[in-house]
């Protein structure tokens, strides 16, 4: 039995419907962490065809050790779904810099399109530098992600970089609901919060600090 047919008996997968947009090609993937990284993956191996190269460039998230934590979870799924990896620079210190003067927003708002951007950019970047044929990104495979505004942010950078942007909501077709089987599958470990500073719980704060 193939990982394909492994992962698609564990999850009661019903198949991918109508087509890819595009078919093969080198993408540059943009991933947050495991778990939402497992269905995009997923799809982009077994429903576009491509050759997936994961991108883990997120200076937002806080502490360090939760960093290291959701990289070596990644590294464990590119294990398992045999794919390439590479882990960004933890620029943290530049990062609340371009995000300090709208540390009260609301989660969701406009610091978030900031992140988005922060993130986005980097991909584009790098992408455009190793010669990828796409770049596109984890995040919108996240209930509490706009696809919309990252959709629209991935592609201001393709015209920026001059690189294709694969336009995706990848929670759509239940993708959200089979990221959270084939993680519960591959017992990878969800993190209960977005990432940064400003997103962690007050129970998660008041639990390190005792």
């Known amino acids: 039995m ?24 080198k ?6 962490c495991a778990p939402c990284s497992s269905y995009v993956v997923f799809k982009l191996k077994y429903f576009y065809k491509m050759d997936i190269t994961a ?33 960004g620079v933890y620029d943290k210190e530049s990062w609340f810099k371009k995000t300090e003067k709208l540390k009260n927003e609301p989660e969701g708002g406009r610091r978030c399109y900031i992140c988005y951007a922060i993130r986005l950019n980097e991909t584009a970047k790098k992408a455009k530098e190793l010669g990828f044929d796409y770049f596109t990104t984890t995040l919108t495979v996240s209930p509490h992600m706009k696809h919309h505004i990252i959709n629209k942010i991935g592609k201001n950078f393709e015209k920026k970089y001059g690189i294709k942007f694969l336009e995706e909501n990848f929670k ?4 959200y609901l089979y990221s959270v089987r084939i993680s519960k599958y591959l017992k990878l470990y969800r993190q209960h919060y977005c990432g940064c500073l400003y997103s962690i719980p007050d129970n998660l704060i008041l639990k390190r600090e005792s």
């Open 2 to 25: 193939d990982k394909f047919e492994e992962l698609s008996k564990a999850i009661d997968f019903q198949g991918f419907k109508g087509k890819p947009s595009v078919e093969g090609g």
């Open 27 to 32: 993408i540059l993937l943009h991933t947050c």
């Open 55 to 87: 991108y883990y460039y997120n200076p937002n998230i806080h502490p360090e050790e939760e960093y290291e934590r959701r990289y070596s979870e990644m590294e464990k799924l590119a294990e398992f779904l045999d794919f390439k990896l590479i882990k």
């Open 172 to 175: 759509k077709q239940n993708g």
